[in-house]
């Protein structure tokens, strides 16, 4: 009975820190050389008329090392974006473009994107409740684009 108690408290354990991984990411990268970050909270967005947004955090890789911009690939990729659906992941031609969502019915709470090439790469990480033509709803009339499975 202990064993399955402390199974059980892992498990849980591991499932709610998971969520916050996204976060580590940025944590980690946005104080090495040469990395852009720049973010966005509700209030900054108010200004912007974005009020179905709550945050936008962004990295930059632009002005970075080959190294490091390969350490962030090599990561990001490995990388299981469990709560997210992919939206659109293209890898082909040194360009890796990997789109995700995390949906709250009909709504979008989250978005990422993470874009890589040989001499760049970006994470930008869009948390919200986008609604109606912005939300699942918008993205499902993309259902007939070539190139955009959902």
Do not use: R
């Not at 973010?39 to 955090?57: F, H, N, V, W």
């Not at 962004?58 to 911009?69: A, K, R």
């Not at 350490?71 to 490995?78: A, N």
């Amino acid at each position: 009975m202990k064993k399955v108690l402390v199974g059980l408290s892992l498990l849980l354990f591991t499932t709610g820190t998971f969520a916050q991984n996204i976060d580590k990411v940025f944590k980690k990268y946005k104080a090495k050389s040469n990395v852009q970050y720049v973010t966005l909270d509700k209030e900054m967005l108010k200004s912007a008329q974005a009020d179905q947004i709550d945050a936008i955090q962004v990295l930059n890789f632009e002005d970075c090392d080959h190294q490091l911009i390969d350490e962030f690939s090599k990561e990001i990729k490995k990388y299981k974006f469990k709560k997210y659906e992919t939206l659109i992941k293209v890898d082909e031609e040194g360009e890796y473009t990997h789109i995700l969502v995390s949906p709250k019915g009909d709504s979008l709470g989250e978005m990422i994107v993470i874009h890589i090439e040989e001499d760049e790469a970006s994470l930008v990480q869009l948390k919200g409740n986008l609604k109606g033509a912005n939300g699942m709803k918008g993205l499902s009339k993309m259902k007939g684009i070539e190139g955009i499975d959902l």
